[in-house]
């Protein structure tokens, strides 16, 4: 065999990881276009600022209370947005999961600032360069777990890649890892991805270690995100297909109780700092601090959220209509994820679009349903191998599609960077009259239908 076969095979076998390679550099290309890290009121914004206060509050200032002073940079960056109790106490709105996350890297940004002329305050360069460079670093973590969970699955590995490279160019999952880093998504998609992957050894394998990662997985999950703790149906589904599997699984769940209560045990101890802090803040162990802000489950705007032109899922990021078509050609192993899948799915769009602001504020798409792509990569990636079986014309309609739905979620993120695409009034007429345009057109403003936040906060939406 000539060395240019065997040079040809060797790319081949590395094709899965090539494509994480091009989805990070994209990624990071982004990041180095827009520079956001230079913009005084970029990269620690809206609610980065409660996900990111815990870490200047108590290792820069010393007062994780709030109680000093109203901390501000200039006359108009406030640098924490606390929601305050009846009495008056200052209480960080968000639970700390992306303060543990984004930890490493606020430290490095740290020492950077003070070998540096950067001020030491937490929200200088050095640190907004170490946030998004944390998204990035996540992001990798969670295609390369993804990776994992395909090979385990036995898709090949141009299979494999081209599920990545779609999944990582053609959703915003691209825009949340840099342009809209560090929001929460890309973080809880790698904790998704390193959840179910530990899953599946799990069930391979119920050890110790096995177990207590799931259980801090769970709870780190939740901690970053309260409603993401319904992926544990994943783990509690897995598997199960009928109503006999469910018989057994209930079983070996009786069998395994010890194991169960470690779990439990693990969650719990993930989450003791946030009862601690919540008691010091506000008096009590559990605190909601949320006061004005509720889910309206007897309304869900579910086809608003997938179809609508404000934030609709499959308006913006289209290319998951294939994952969603892939849940129905899951064969042999894969079927294992199918109930799991659609039960989180269903249960998960419910939640999401039951929340008051279904649109989720300022954001590009519909940011609460990146994680999922974790978990919707396995019909994803079996969609694509039951394309490849078909013939040519049925190949080239897909990757037309997919190639298409590439260069638009590329494209839409740099007319939301420009705010070409309006963050929060997205309309019908004005998606269309400004689709493939850089710049605003012509009585932009008439087309924008702005939501009304203190009627949506009374239901009204």
């Known amino acids: 065999m000539s060395p240019n076969i065997n040079f040809i095979k060797r790319i081949k076998l590395k094709l899965s990881s090539i494509a994480i390679i091009i989805v990070i550099a994209c990624c990071l290309v982004i990041d180095m276009g827009f520079k956001n890290w230079e913009k005084p009121t970029r990269v620690i914004e809206w609610d980065i600022h409660s996900y990111y206060a815990y870490l200047p509050a108590a290792f820069i200032y010393k007062d994780i209370h709030l109680w000093k002073s109203d901390y501000r940079i200039g006359k108009n960056y406030f640098m924490f947005w606390p929601n305050y109790t009846a009495d008056g106490k200052k209480v960080i709105k968000t639970t700390m999961g992306m303060a543990v996350l984004y930890a490493p890297f606020f430290l490095v940004g740290h020492a950077a600032a003070m070998l540096s002329e950067y001020p030491e305050n937490g929200f200088s360069e050095p640190y907004k360069i170490l946030l998004l460079v944390s998204a990035l670093f996540y992001l990798f973590v969670g295609l390369d777990f993804l990776r994992k969970i395909l090979i385990h699955y036995k898709f090949s590995d141009i299979h494999i890649a081209s599920s990545i490279l779609l999944i990582g160019l053609g959703t915003n999952l691209t825009a949340y890892s840099s342009q809209s880093a560090p929001m929460s998504h890309v973080y809880s998609f790698c904790l998704f991805s390193v959840f179910i992957y530990y899953t599946i050894k799990w069930f391979e394998s119920q050890t110790i270690k096995n177990t207590i990662i799931i259980g801090l997985l769970i709870g780190l999950i939740s901690l970053v995100r309260s409603s993401n703790i319904i992926i544990m149906l994943f783990f509690a589904f897995y598997g199960v297909?009928?109503?006999?599997?469910?018989?057994?699984?209930?079983?070996?769940?009786?069998?395994?109780?010890?194991?169960?209560?470690?779990?439990?045990?693990?969650?719990?101890?993930?989450?003791?700092?946030?009862?601690?802090?919540?008691?010091?803040?506000?008096?009590?162990?559990?605190?909601?601090?949320?006061?004005?802000?509720?889910?309206?489950?007897?309304?869900?705007?579910?086809?608003?959220?997938?179809?609508?032109?404000?934030?609709?899922?499959?308006?913006?990021?289209?290319?998951?209509?294939?994952?969603?078509?892939?849940?129905?050609?899951?064969?042999?192993?894969?079927k294992k994820t199918q109930l799991p899948i659609i039960l989180f799915f269903i249960l998960n769009i419910y939640i999401i679009f039951s929340w008051w602001c279904w649109w989720y504020g300022g954001s590009f798409g519909q940011r609460s349903m990146v994680e999922s792509y974790a978990l919707l990569a396995i019909p994803f990636a079996s969609f694509i191998k039951y394309v490849s079986e078909k013939k040519l014309l049925y190949n080239l309609m897909f990757y037309s599609a997919a190639l298409f739905f590439i260069w638009l979620n590329l494209f839409q993120t740099l007319q939301f960077e420009n705010m070409v695409l309006h963050y929060d009034g997205m309309s019908k007429e004005l998606y269309f009259k400004q689709f493939g345009r850089l710049e605003k057109i012509k009585d932009y403003d008439k087309y924008v239908i702005s939501p009304d936040y203190d009627e949506a906060r009374r239901g009204n939406r």
């Open 241 to 334: 297909s009928s109503l006999s599997d469910f018989k057994e699984r209930t079983l070996f769940f009786r069998k395994k109780a010890v194991l169960l209560l470690i779990i439990v045990a693990a969650f719990i101890l993930v989450w003791v700092p946030q009862l601690v802090y919540w008691k010091i803040s506000s008096g009590s162990f559990f605190y909601y601090s949320y006061p004005d802000e509720r889910f309206f489950f007897n309304a869900p705007k579910i086809i608003q959220g997938l179809f609508g032109f404000r934030k609709g899922w499959l308006i913006y990021t289209p290319m998951m209509a294939f994952a969603l078509a892939g849940v129905f050609v899951l064969k042999g192993t894969m």
